[in-house]
């Protein structure tokens, strides 16, 4: 209640280093006060930087990050620019390189982050496990843990943390609540009750038992406001400075070209046959 009474003020104190926006701390104070959460802020809304700011206000000094393959740097990168005394190391490599990695984070003295796949993660959870408890841990995309039979959300859920925090735009994936129950249950587990009688209470079924939409939906909100924070680009994007779209130029070697070029032909052909007649010279499509 008093984060929310914060939301609708311009100044909140909160005391990190981070040069975060008035509405990033009143997100990043949720986070601290609740220990474990879930940020669902809109996408560009700066969930890393409410993120990193939340564990230096907690001064967390041995964190893990789990996260899609293809922002691993983009999550050091950040790391790096606003916590530069943090140690960042990513989970990259065969086995050997990446059993490494594990042996110098375990020996680094320093405040420390561990950045990881979910793919790995799962694959080395006996490693993660072997580091002991974590600060905090932090999904990124955290709607990957939504379905709770699968071998990496099991594996995930194995790991020690004081502070668990999930980061996504998108919780309610599909509009499939149980995934939702799936999300919440992982950052603040048994917080739902049991799973089934979690659908039962809030999902309507057909009548081959697929989920066709939400119910109790109010019960629902008030629940989950114990455990999740959302703030859209539409009630916060006045606080953010406008964006900047840059032009930068790809210049293919040889043999990128060519892999272009094959490409490009072979996307000819899953064009419709009647558009490509309408075209004067298809072989100049760009």
Known sequence: KEVEELAGKEKVDFETELPLYDFQKVVAKFMVKTGSCLNACSVGSGKTAMLLGTLNHLKANNNLVIAPKSVLHQWKNEANTFLPAMSVFVVEGKKRERLEIYKKFNTENKTKVLITSYELARIDIENLILLGEYSS?????????????????????????????????????????????????????????????????YALRNRWGAIVESINTEELTKKLSRHMIRKSLEEVGYQLPEKIFEEIPVVFSDKEKEFYDKIKKELLF??????IDKLENPMTLQ
């Open 270 to 275: 899953e064009i419709n046959k009647m558009d």
């Open 137 to 201: 841990i932090t999904c990124d995309e955290v709607h990957r843990l939504g379905n709770i039979f699968t071998k990496t959300r099991k594996a995930v859920k194995k790991l020690p943390t004081r502070h668990r925090y999930g980061l996504s735009a998108t919780p309610l994936m599909n509009s499939r609540i149980s995934e939702l129950y799936g999300v919440i249950d992982w950052i603040s587990p048994g917080s739902l009750g049991n799973f089934w009688e979690f659908c039962q209470r």
